[in-house]
């Protein structure tokens, strides 16, 4: 395998492994409001909901630095340094 495919590869798979993040982070969210028909959390539902929503959207801001690495490197040539 060439040096271009390995980075193309790695950097592949760098969007997949953040883009299965946003999908079990967005499960879970769903799931956790999902669990309040009435409207009303229970005591610590309001935590809970946080605690997801930030973790949605940490996986978010993953995904799209991800997709940005790969952007980077495919229409620039923008080897990522790490």
Same mark, same amino acid.
Request: charged share 35%; net charge neutral.
């Given at each position: 395998m060439s040096h271009h495919q390995d980075i193309r590869s790695a950097l592949n798979h760098d969007l997949l492994e953040a883009t299965l993040l /946003?999908?079990?982070a967005s499960?879970?969210?769903? $799931?956790? *409001?999902?669990? *309040? @028909? $009435?409207?009303?959390p229970h005591p610590d539902g309001a935590q809970r909901i946080q605690n997801s929503s930030r973790k949605l959207a940490a996986a978010l +801001? %993953? +995904?799209?630095?991800?997709?940005? +690495?790969l952007d980077d490197y495919l229409s620039r040539g923008i /080897? @990522? %340094?790490?």
């Open positions: /946003v999908e079990t499960i879970e969210f769903k $799931s956790i *409001i999902g669990d *309040i @028909p $009435s409207g009303l +801001r %993953q +995904r799209e630095r991800a997709h940005n +690495r /080897v @990522p %340094q790490d």
